[in-house]
């Protein structure tokens, strides 16, 4: 088994702690009140809308049973975990329905917000948006040592945008223009509920985003221009805190920031939410309508009562394993297009489309490389690959941003723009995707097989 070999690596030696202590998921659909008054018929795992936030400690065993309830087949990926091939929950590995199966892998990455959702081919959008998408938060003892606001201080936020429907379903039905765009909702929801309000102290704040909405870019923000500091990406904290008043989260991107409601007097509330963008990039205006851009409302933070003061943040938060892009042995360039009308083969990575049996992309492991991708269309692409982390080197359109500065797993490619990757397959050999995480584009082929040998 390819985890073999990482067990003895393990520090701590926790990993038996686990054993025979496997977590069930149970996938089905259920009943829930989203809107009020107004029954919604949702997809649950873990009983939890949405999915159950699961906790892990780095060096401890994932140790999951999946029970698929659901009329139909789906799988689990963890999403930014260098799971093996075997658990990566690759499109075609799937469970059928009434099917059962186990996920089990040593978990080696750093503390930080990871998540988790189904990615069963051509299904990975409607189940999504029916629900089915959790944290999963890596926890290590390094991190537990800085300090950082924790307990009823650490929030795990998760922005979605749904479309509101008169008789409050949550049904997928896509249009042939929400298949071009990805579908956009005209609602903000924050962990399954729509105009949330969160009662906070009058403190220092952990709040882990992330973006899980199926095709929505958001740009995240404090209505009141707030600053706050961005102390984590996809793949766990940054060296040191950075400054920011808003950050582009495209989907499945995390991002973690730590906001300062001290100064505020109680009662006082601040929204927060996706601020106005052009869908064409920064700086190229506002968006209009419901689309790509639009303003979206997240949530409400009403600062109800004292709290603790804040301590500062530590001068280096962590030190991330980053690559010298210098050492780069070879350069791949992946090309992002899409055509109308959006059917068979419209949605493509270096003019492929996605074949189960076709591997497009052989790396080998342990070799970095430099990976250039390339958005040729008219709408921004998030580029997620499986089976590690890189880091993004530059972009040609724009400075990086805050939480770009760690290790990620998915990067927002705006149209017309290059971003260079410095990227290394370290842990496993065998087959895993990359993909843009548009779940509609996704769905619609915007997918590889890539081969780790
Ligand atoms: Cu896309």
Redesign the pocket.
Known sequence: MATAGALAAGPTGRLFAQAGGATTLVASSSQREIWPGQVTTVLTLGDSFPSRTLRVRRWDLLDVELQNDLREPTNIHWHGLAAPPEDDGHPMDVVPAGGRRAYRFLVEEPAGTYWYHPHPDGRTASQVYRGLAGFLIVEDEAEQALGLPSGEFDLPLLLQDRRRRADGSLTYAPTPMDLMS?LLGDAGLVNGVPQSVLDVAASAYRLRLLNGSNARVMRVAFEDGRRFDVIAGDGGLLDQAIGATELWLAPGERAEVVVDFSAATLGRSVRLVSAAFSSAGPGMGMGGGAGQGAFLPLATFRVSRPGPAPRPLPARLAMPALLDPARASATRRFV?D?RMPPGAGA?TINGLSFEPDRVDVKVERGVQETWEVVNLSG????FHVHGTQFQVVRRSGQALMPHERGLKDTVLVWPGETVELAIRFERHAGLYVLH???LE??DAG?MLNLEVR
């Open positions: 990805g992002m899409m949605f709408e921004p692409h998030p843009c995480h548009n584009h996704e915007m």
